[in-house]
């Protein structure tokens, strides 16, 4: 089993329209979680911090389910600028601190 | 505002030949990482360094090598380079090993 799964899409999405995904992570220790945002093979961005009482940024939400192993993005509103693929990143617990997990990444295509 | 520093962008190697991925950060991050990412795959990490004359092998380290002697630099050497080496190498740093991680803008690698 992957240690950090992502459904790959691609969610074609109409503008205006809301789109979410998630992730799910093997390691029940993973200590911090991440949402990257990474355009045509170019670096990853980070897009936002996840953290425990879920957190939002402008149209982005994100969501942290513990119980289930899972973090979760919502996007409103989608614009064009949104299509990328959206990389969900796990830190390793205390036997793995400062080592980063990456799934393969949900695309995200935003129609007009 | 360089943050992380990846050179050269692009490189053809032929079976066999040697190199080095330059990578330089300015922002004192103790935390070092080099990653590598195959069309559709999630990164994996190869090495990484937690602070000066500290490596340790990620998830593929064979076939490579690493050297952190200062703060700021963290060279990747590819010894008798492989066409399973094919691939886009992303370095990226960290304040510490929990925090968001600041990325290079690539190499992109072949080997043929």
């Known amino acids: 089993r992957k240690e950090v799964e992502q459904d790959p899409g691609p969610f074609n999405v109409p503008e205006g329209a809301t789109v979410a995904f998630n992730c799910t992570y093997s390691n029940s220790a993973s200590q911090s979680f991440f949402w990257y945002r990474q355009d045509c093979r170019k670096e990853p961005k980070l897009l936002m911090s996840?953290?425990?009482s879920g957190n939002e940024d402008g149209r982005f939400t994100a969501q942290l389910n513990r119980a289930s192993q899972y973090i979760s993005l919502l996007i409103r509103d989608s614009k064009l600028s949104d299509s990328a693929t959206y990389l969900c990143v796990v830190n390793g617990g205390a036997d793995s601190w400062g080592k980063f997990q990456f799934g393969a990444g949900t695309q995200v295509v935003v129609t007009p | 505002n360089a943050g992380v520093t990846q050179t050269p962008k692009f490189r053809i190697l032929k079976i066999g030949q040697s190199m080095t991925l330059q990578c330089t950060q300015d922002m004192n991050h103790n935390y070092m990482y080099w990653y590598r990412q195959d069309p559709g795959m999630g990164l994996k990490l190869i090495y990484y360094?937690?602070?000066?004359?500290?490596?340790d092998k990620g998830e593929v380290p064979n076939g490579y090598n690493v050297s952190r002697s200062t703060t700021e630099d963290f060279p990747l050497r590819l010894e008798l380079a492989a066409p399973s080496q094919t691939s886009v190498y992303f370095c990226?740093?960290?304040?510490?090993?929990?925090?968001?991680?600041?990325f290079g803008s690539g190499t992109q690698l072949s080997v043929l």
């Open positions: 360094s937690v602070g000066a004359g500290i490596t």
């Open positions: 990226a740093s960290s304040p510490q090993g929990g925090e968001k991680l600041f």
């Open positions: 996840v953290y425990s």
